[in-house]
């Protein structure tokens, strides 16, 4: 049905691929005030709200307007609206996370015949093939991944985990999100390089929307699904899905006193999980939202006002972070 609804969407908005990056070379004319929209696919979430933030802080300290739009997650007709109520008041440049990217080209096709530049953060604009349809922001997602994977494998040494029959591995993925693959794929990488025998028996995968709620969902049934299994290492693609995997493994009683550990993947929630006594979410990859938001707008006015290229890509890195560390020096962001 979700396919049937994009593809009808997507033919309102009419069907093409052409490269989203010409547009108003100076759409104000030194006159007009800059107007930069963030389109964001969950614009609730802590992620977005920081780098739409970061976004605004560049945008207003050039003189421009920022607006803050929030697309809903999964939402791709509240998505289209937003394009198109941009497009109706002549913003001047679009930087968006799409809630689907199946309507990348259409979106495409449409700004770049309003004459409307566009960047793409976190999640990318992109055809099926995956060529990019407009420049991108976000994070370096497999190096990142592989940063997560290192911390789960010294877990598992530190505990001697691998060779335990009650261990096991939960990744909770966003298969359908070309820039969470990576993240599952580096994560199962590291514990496959760094113990070739583990038994892909204890090994599961559980699919989400990247929210709390459908990643305490999906955790919950697998781990009430195999009661043999009393430790657990559970890999996230953001730390909303690491919370909710951390909530289900309170809920069964695995806390990480009795040898579970959930990997958050951004940072942002880590303030809160590591302050919790019972919380099994007690590491992440933190990097910077406010950094993505950054860079994604200054790219974009400097196209917009004197006509630099925008980069293809452009990603930020990580650090890993655990209870203990001063977490506000690092990360002030999120204080």
Not at 5 to 29: E, P
Request: contains cysteine; hydrophobic residues 40%; glycine residues 10%.
């Amino acid at each position: 049905m979700k396919k049937i609804i994009c593809t009808l969407l997507v033919l309102l908005l009419t069907v093409g691929l052409v490269f989203a990056g010409g547009g108003r070379q100076s759409a104000s004319g030194g006159q007009k005030q800059l107007t930069i929209a963030g389109i964001y696919k969950s614009g609730d979430q802590a992620w977005f709200l920081t780098e739409g933030k970061g976004a605004q802080g560049v945008v207003e300290a050039a003189g421009g307007k920022w607006m803050y739009m929030d697309a809903k997650i999964n939402d791709a007709a509240t998505y289209i609206q937003l394009i198109d109520t941009c497009i109706a008041q002549k913003v001047d440049g679009i930087v968006t996370c799409p809630p689907d990217q199946n309507l990348s080209p259409a979106v495409v096709t449409k700004l770049k015949e309003a004459g409307i530049p566009v960047i793409a953060v976190d999640d990318a604009l992109q055809d099926e093939s995956g060529k990019l349809l407009a420049p991108w922001v976000g994070i370096d997602a497999y190096n990142i991944g592989l940063q997560s994977g290192k911390t789960g494998v010294e877990f598992m040494q530190k505990n001697n985990l691998a060779n335990d029959t009650a261990f096991g591995v939960l990744l909770l993925t966003v298969d359908t999100v070309s820039s969470c693959v990576p993240r599952t794929e580096a994560q199962l990488k590291s514990v496959k390089d760094a113990f070739p025998g583990f038994p892909d028996a204890r090994i599961w995968r559980s699919d989400s929307d990247g929210t709390t709620e459908r990643a305490n969902v999906g955790a919950t049934a697998v781990i009430t699904g195999h009661p043999e299994i009393k430790k657990w290492l559970v890999f996230a693609i953001n730390d909303e899905t690491a919370q909710g995997g951390a909530r289900a493994l309170e809920a069964a009683g695995l806390t990480y006193e009795t040898g579970s550990l959930a990997i958050g993947f951004g940072g942002y929630l880590a303030p809160d999980e590591f302050a919790k006594p019972s919380s099994p979410f007690k590491a992440a990859v933190y990097f910077s939202a406010t950094d993505v938001g950054k860079m994604s707008a200054q790219a974009l006015l400097d196209f917009i006002k004197s006509g630099k290229p925008i980069p293809e890509r452009q990603a930020v890195s990580a650090r890993t972070i655990v209870p203990g560390d001063d977490l506000r020096a690092i990360m002030p962001e999120y204080f």
